[in-house]
């Protein structure tokens, strides 16, 4: 998937991407869903490539030990926005089906201040935050 920017606003972008490895610098500030698992490896592109204002991946099951969102305590120790969608909503590696019918799984506190809540859709959630400026 190449990346799009599907909605925008006073509260800034969304922009899909089938891989946290496709930021840009010029991303900065943007609503990312990414199609990619909320692994350590995810957690360190999202932080390293451009400062995001949040950071959406896919929980992949969660995993043992939580390693399916492990890049949300990463984020979270950055004060940067962080949430999952379920793997049971969203097919892993698919931003474009996140975007249609993820349901948020998780989400760090930042997010949480963002307004994401678990069991929420994504992106409703995503387009009243964009529309509105909240949490900016």
Do not use: C
């Not at 500030?29 to 350590?40: E, F, I, K, N, P």
């Not at 949040?54 to 926005?81: E, P, S, T, Y």
């Not at 975007?99 to 799984?105: D, I, N, R």
């Amino acid at each position: 998937m190449h990346k799009a920017q599907v909605a925008h606003g006073p509260g800034g972008r969304v922009l899909l991407m089938g891989s946290i490895t496709q930021v840009e610098p010029q991303d900065a500030g943007a609503l990312v869903v990414s199609g990619s698992h909320g692994g350590v490896s995810s957690g360190e592109y999202a932080l390293v490539l451009a400062p995001l204002r949040l950071a959406v991946f896919n929980d992949a099951g969660v995993g043992k030990d939580g390693a399916g969102i492990a890049a949300l305590a990463m984020l979270q120790a950055r004060g940067v926005a962080g949430a999952t969608v379920s793997h049971d909503s969203a097919r892993i590696g698919d931003a474009a089906d996140a975007w249609a019918h993820g349901t948020v799984s998780h989400a760090n506190a930042a997010a949480l201040a963002l307004g994401l809540r678990p069991g929420a859709a994504l992106q409703p959630a995503l387009l009243q935050l964009v529309q509105a400026g909240q949490g900016g």
